[in-house]
């Protein structure tokens, strides 16, 4: 038997959760951009990006 109190903390450590990945996601593209001697750029780009939309996606769903 969970109230909607039980949620709240759930919902903050999702939300803080969905904006270290959005975080790391950011580094990860920057870091690339920056580094020219890396082997595939392109991987390492498309990670980042898609730990972006991870994160937006976290933080735009809604917690039950």
Not at 18 to 33: D, E, F, H, N, Q
Not at 46 to 52: D, E, P, T, W
Request: cysteine-free; hydrophobic content about 60%.
């Amino acid at each position: 038997m969970s109230n909607k109190g039980d949620l709240t903390g759930f919902t903050i450590a999702e939300k803080f959760f969905a904006l270290i990945i959005i975080l790391i996601g950011s580094i990860v593209i920057y870091i690339t951009t920056i580094s020219p001697s890396l082997i595939y750029p392109i991987l390492f780009t498309v990670g980042g990006l898609a730990l972006i939309v991870l994160g937006i996606f976290m933080i735009l769903a809604k917690t039950q």
